[in-house]
């Protein structure tokens, strides 16, 4: 799967620590697929993906990419 991560993924100084999480969510690691759908029903499989896509990439490579800060 082959998807731009970007679209789902962002970041906030103020919101969990400035971790990489869902847009809109305050949502990090730790949950379940099922466990994101039913608590969160406005969250999308496409964006449980896209995170499970950036962090694939993450490991597959030595490179860093960045999250930019997004407005609070």
């Not at 406005?42 to 860093?64: N, P, V």
């Amino acid at each position: 799967m082959n998807m731009n991560w970007r679209d789902h993924i962002d970041r906030n100084a103020g919101i969990i620590g400035g971790k990489p999480k869902i847009k809109g969510t305050r949502l990090g690691d730790g949950w379940t697929v099922e466990q994101l759908i039913e608590a969160y029903p406005r969250i999308t499989a496409e964006q449980i993906h896209a995170c499970q896509s950036y962090a694939a990439g993450m490991l597959a490579s030595d490179e860093f990419v960045d999250i930019p800060y997004s407005a609070a």
